[in-house]
Antibody
Framework: QVQLQESGPGLVKPSETLSLTCTVS??????????WSWIRQPAGKGLEWIGY???????NYNPSLKSRVTISLDTSKNQFSLKLSSVTAADTAVYYC??????????????WGQGTPVTVSS | SYELTQPPSVSVSPGQTASITCSGD??????ACWYQQKPGQSPVLVIY???KRPSGIPERFSGSNSGNTATLTIGGTQAMDEADYYC?????????FGGGTKLTVL
């Protein structure tokens, strides 16, 4: 079965870059079966989609975050990563990685990691 | 940008039917899906492609989508169904979530 696990620093200073990695097991990132996605959730609030990367390297980002986000792929390690630059306290959230499945115009997040909390504070 | 609107909260008595709505412009022309999130846990997909249930999701969960509204229905609601529920759709270029609905089983 597909499993995802986030990893990375739990504390980031304001104005610095948040970096997280998602390790995937049970499916190869290169298979093309899914788009690989990041989502975040501030404490007590709703879900916000950050973006995705496909095995080909093509990416798509939430317009509200596009100027600060980079998602990349390391197929040799079966991992994908998130970088969010110039962070502020508003970027404090639980960050999830997930597999995004697409069939025709049906897109849904089929598998989720357990989430990793990130706090932006000096 | 495309928006999905959910009621902040819905209450239901045990054994009764709970309905959670999700509204968006011509949402019926798109596919909707639903996630359940319990406190401290990751979201879990409970309905995809408007009406389909992933393996392992109880039959009491069902979905519909028509016009401007998608609906998640939980028949014979149980205490274990108390959670936050989020709808989600694809607007042609991005994943869009509703704001979430807290389901309370009284």
């Amino acid at each position: 079965q597909v499993q995802l696990q986030e990893s990375g620093p739990g504390l980031v200073k304001p104005s610095e870059t948040l970096s997280l990695t998602c390790t995937v097991s049970g499916v190869s990132l290169s298979s093309g079966s899914y788009y690989w996605s990041w989502i975040r959730q501030p404490a007590g609030k709703g879900l916000e989609w950050i973006g995705y990367i496909y095995y080909s390297g093509s990416t798509n980002y939430n317009p509200s975050l596009k100027s600060r986000v980079t998602i990349s792929l390391d197929t040799s390690k079966n991992q994908f990563s998130l970088k969010l630059s110039s962070v502020t306290a508003a970027d404090t959230a639980v960050y999830y990685c997930a597999s995004l499945f697409s069939y025709s115009t049906s897109w849904y997040l089929a598998h989720w990691g357990q989430g990793t909390p990130v706090t932006v504070s000096s | 940008s495309y928006e999905l609107t959910q009621p902040p909260s819905v209450s239901v008595s045990p054994g009764q039917t709970a309905s959670i709505t999700c509204s968006g412009d011509k949402l019926g022309d798109k596919y909707a899906c639903w996630y359940q999130q319990k406190p401290g846990q990751s979201p879990v997909l409970v309905i995809y492609q408007d009406t389909k249930r992933p393996s392992g999701i109880p039959e009491r969960f069902s979905g519909s989508n028509s016009g401007n509204t998608a609906t998640l229905t939980i028949g014979g609601t149980q205490a274990m169904d108390e959670a936050d529920y989020y709808c989600q759709a694809w607007d042609g270029s991005t994943v869009v979530f509703g704001g979430g609905t807290k389901l309370t089983v009284l």
